[in-house]
């Protein structure tokens, strides 16, 4: 049997883990067709806001142990206090203090929260978030997270460039993971930006980055508006490309929102400036008339004062 028809078997035979019916977002993880188990997990709840992916390092059920850590602390935070970078550092200190851990048990995490119309994504390793902003053509496809790895150290020095990295022996080394060090502090890296209609934000584990060039994954998002069908055919283009490593995908789409808080926040600063020139206008008119009345006020008392010195 050719290797793509074994592909096609297996992608059909593997059970392929859903996120829950959803209005925005839509999401899936695959083990793919060369690891043994799944050590990736995966949360959303649309209605907090929160979505979160989690690569496990470590093998065996030692990468598994680290992710769903990072999941459940997402989990916790997300009905607590919500700050999400906390939230990843004690996940780092439950790892390093587990007993059963070892020095190659971590895992990477990419967190996506929003705030009213601004997100929020948190990150550590080289799990990805791209945004995808529709326009010409396919639209535009960038990336907002940078990895935490040897290979973007090296591109960050200017050593080697984006082709060399994509074919680096040493591309899947990282240099920053929760848990999988000795280090009791871990930095969490952040970016936040406003939603702005039609956008989407594609959250994904090294297993779909690392095999599937950002081309077709923007060609992908701009011809499937159904989130689902986004998700799907993208697992499929990492099983295509061999699936070597587990998969998971979450695609999430903006919310039906006001105009961007910039445009609102100019409009407002224009009607208080012009509620301010107006003000000044007015006052401008009335200032003579004021002066006016001070001066006949004053004329009068100084009568009143000659009256009675007479």
Same mark, same amino acid.
């Given at each position: 049997?050719?290797?793509?028809?074994?592909?096609?078997?297996?992608?059909?035979?593997?059970?392929?883990?859903?996120?829950?019916?959803?209005?925005?977002?839509?999401?899936?993880?695959?083990?793919?067709?060369?690891?043994?188990?799944?050590?990736?997990?995966?949360?959303?709840?649309?209605?907090?806001?929160?979505?979160?992916?989690?690569?496990?390092?470590?093998?065996?059920?030692?990468?598994?142990?680290?992710?769903?850590?990072?999941?459940?602390?997402?989990?916790?935070?997300?009905?607590?206090?919500?700050?999400?970078?906390?939230?990843?550092?004690?996940?780092?200190?439950?790892?390093?203090?587990?007993?059963?851990?070892?020095?190659?048990?971590?895992?990477?995490?990419?967190?996506?929260?929003?705030?009213?119309?601004?997100?929020?994504?948190?990150?550590?390793?080289?799990?990805?978030?791209?945004?995808?902003?529709?326009?010409?053509? %396919? !639209?535009?496809?960038?990336?907002?997270? #940078?990895?935490?790895?040897?290979?973007?150290? =090296?591109?960050?020095? $200017? &050593? +080697?460039?984006?082709?060399?990295?994509?074919?680096?022996?040493?591309?899947?080394?990282?240099?920053?993971?929760?848990?999988?060090?000795?280090?009791?502090?871990?930095?969490?890296?952040?970016?936040?930006?406003?939603?702005?209609?039609?956008?989407?934000?594609?959250?994904?584990?090294?297993?779909?980055?690392?095999?599937?060039?950002?081309?077709?994954?923007?060609?992908?998002?701009?011809?499937?508006?159904?989130?689902?069908?986004?998700?799907?055919?993208?697992?499929?283009?990492?099983?295509?490309?061999?699936?070597?490593?587990?998969?998971?995908?979450?695609?999430?789409?903006?919310?039906?929102?006001?105009?961007?808080?910039?445009?609102?926040?100019?409009?407002?600063?224009?009607?208080?400036?012009?509620?301010? %020139? !107006?003000?000044?206008?007015?006052?401008? #008119?009335?200032?003579?008339?004021?002066?006016? =009345?001070?001066?006949? $006020? &004053? +004329?009068?008392?100084?009568?009143?004062?000659?009256?009675?010195?007479?």
């Amino acid at each position: 049997m050719s290797e793509a028809k074994v592909r096609e078997v297996s992608r059909h035979s593997e059970v392929v883990q859903h996120t829950p019916s959803a209005t925005r977002s839509a999401g899936a993880t695959h083990p793919g067709y060369r690891r043994e188990q799944n050590e990736d997990a995966y949360w959303a709840d649309e209605e907090k806001g929160i979505w979160v992916v989690a690569d496990g390092l470590g093998g065996h059920h030692a990468g598994e142990i680290a992710s769903q850590t990072v999941v459940e602390e997402i989990q916790q935070c997300a009905s607590t206090d919500r700050h999400y970078e906390r939230a990843l550092q004690r996940a780092h200190a439950l790892l390093l203090g587990d007993e059963h851990s070892t020095a190659n048990m971590g895992s990477t995490a990419v967190v996506l929260a929003e705030e009213g119309d601004y997100y929020h994504i948190y990150w550590v390793g080289d799990s990805r978030a791209y945004l995808w902003t529709p326009g010409d053509k %396919n !639209g535009e496809l960038s990336q907002l997270t #940078s990895d935490h790895s040897y290979v973007q150290m =090296l591109m960050d020095s $200017g &050593a +080697i460039n984006s082709e060399e990295a994509a074919t680096h022996p040493n591309r899947h080394v990282i240099t920053r993971c929760i848990g999988g060090s000795t280090n009791p502090k871990l930095e969490v890296d952040r970016v936040s930006h406003h939603w702005s209609s039609g956008q989407k934000l594609l959250l994904c584990s090294d297993g779909l980055s690392s095999e599937v060039p950002n081309e077709k994954i923007n060609r992908i998002i701009a011809e499937y508006p159904n989130n689902h069908q986004i998700v799907e055919f993208l697992i499929n283009a990492a099983l295509d490309a061999g699936g070597k490593d587990n998969i998971t995908v979450q695609v999430i789409e903006a919310p039906a929102i006001a105009p961007p808080p910039s445009f609102s926040q100019e409009s407002h600063s224009s009607t208080a400036q012009n509620k301010t %020139n !107006g003000d000044s206008q007015s006052n401008r #008119s009335w200032r003579p008339l004021l002066v006016l =009345l001070a001066a006949c $006020g &004053a +004329i009068a008392a100084l009568a009143g004062g000659i009256f009675q010195l007479f």
